[in-house]
């Protein structure tokens, strides 16, 4: 027994916003858990001050399944990203918070190590095909095996997932959403061109991932696809928004190109009939939008029935808290495939100094008892909350579109 003794929710911006949870026991032991909703920050910092922390205190910081299906089943209103992301948090503190009392990495609390570490990609992002192509060959000589490629769409303005950043690609800006002009004709002529340049440029042992950023219908994502067959990509994610899981079985019949999907899902129930009809090959929900390490474990365990393999979320609006949940998850699941990786910039990671590292293209947790993140409070209190947004996107007519 160690009962929970306070709990408090820390907002900071050091570069961009993270709301982190951070929960105390009477045996002074602390853990910490990601609470990040991009572009909705302080809806989960509300749901887990206004309504979770008082239900927390005096429970017994151990029992962290029952603690989830309290959070869960008791709320009434189940699912959606702000309530998944406030279980989230409090389930990452939990098992924070049992691996320093245990004086274990997490990882070894779920299984022990199932790899010697986390294969990530990265970002290649470049306003035309060769600046991709060159950020791609810099990612290579650091030496990771795989790397999302993405360009700018010539006639296209401005393209998600390409920024004037170099190194910290980070797309939620201003205090009103940036409006952004899609074209799918365009994108698509375009695309299949980048993977050509980039096999001939990058060769064939580096594993090239893209994202669609779910723009497509299904026969668009079919015929993208078909495509990019030739290129062999490790995978081709978000083809098409997924809340109609179903529309994934066009896409199946028509390519071989792997698909990846899951981002934006928050519980199992969101990639159940993916997952079992063998819709998808890799599910990318993530810790902090999918209920947790202990949720997540569920999904891993559904997908591993149907040889679908994990490839969770990373981007930088994940906070190193979350990235280290995710290590330790990755480390341990037995169908693990990749683990998406965008380095957070030197302020955030002054915020959150962490033992997790990255060498030869694989990250490893390391072996701090618990998640192996701090929070230094002090820095964080110098940077204040700043209202972002994500950028809403339309088509060349002004009809509102996907982002
Ligand atoms: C990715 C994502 C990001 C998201 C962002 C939203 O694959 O990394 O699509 O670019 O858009 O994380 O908050
Ligand atoms: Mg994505």
């Known amino acids: 027994m160690s009962r929970i003794t306070a709990a408090r929710v820390v907002v900071t911006c050091p570069g961009r916003n993270f709301v982190t949870l951070r929960i105390e026991t009477e045996d002074g032991v602390y853990g910490l858990g990601d609470a990040t909703l991009n572009g909705r920050e302080l809806a989960v910092a509300s749901y887990l001050t206004d309504h979770v922390i008082p239900c927390l205190i005096g429970r017994d910081a151990h029992r962290i399944e029952d603690i989830w299906q309290y959070l869960y089943k008791g709320a009434y209103w189940r699912r959606g ?44 992002n470049g306003t035309d095909i060769e600046e991709t192509i060159d950020r791609a060959q810099e990612l290579v000589e650091q030496g990771y095996k795989a790397v999302r490629l993405q360009s700018g769409v010539p006639g296209i303005a401005t393209t998600y997932g390409v920024s004037g950043e170099r190194f910290y690609y980070e797309p939620a800006k201003g205090s009103l959403p940036d409006e952004t002009v899609w074209s799918t004709s365009k994108y698509m002529n375009h695309v299949p061109k980048l993977f050509a340049r980039g096999r001939e440029a990058l060769g064939w042992d580096v594993h090239l991932l893209h994202d669609v950023h779910h723009r497509l219908t299904p026969i668009e994502a079919g015929r993208l696809g078909k495509d990019l067959e030739p290129y062999r990509l490790f995978w081709l994610e978000d083809a098409t928004p997924a809340e109609n899981q179903a529309a994934f079985r066009l896409i199946r019949q028509h390519t071989t190109t792997p698909l990846a999907v899951g981002e934006i899902f928050n519980t199992i129930w969101d990639a159940k009939q993916l997952i079992e009809e063998q819709l998808i090959d890799y599910i990318r929900a993530t810790v902090v939008h999918a209920g947790g390490i202990t949720h997540l474990r569920r999904v891993a365990a559904l997908a591993d029935l149907y040889q679908v393999r994990t490839g969770c979320h990373g981007a930088t609006d994940l906070s190193p808290v979350c990235m280290a949940a995710a290590l330790h998850f990755g480390l341990s699941v ?38 192996g993140v701090e929070m230094d409070e002090e820095t964080a209190a110098q940077y204040e909350y700043k209202r972002a947004y994500l950028p809403v996107n339309r088509l060349e007519d002004g009809t509102m579109f996907n982002w």
């Not at 939990?94 to 245990?102: E, F, M, P, R, V």
């Not at 910039?345 to 947790?365: I, K, Q, R, S, W």
């Open 334 to 371: 037995p169908n693990f495939g990749i683990q998406e990786y965008m380095r957070h910039t030197p302020e955030t990671d002054a915020v959150f100094p962490h033992a997790y590292t990255f060498e030869n293209g694989l990250m490893h947790p390391g072996d701090a008892p618990g998640l």
């Open 81 to 124: 990203p702000v309530t998944m992301s406030a279980i989230a948090a409090v389930d990452m503190a939990l098992w924070d918070i049992k691996g320093k009392i245990a004086g274990l990495p997490v990882y070894q609390l779920l299984g022990g190590a199932s790899r010697e570490g986390c294969m990530v990609y990265g970002h290649a």
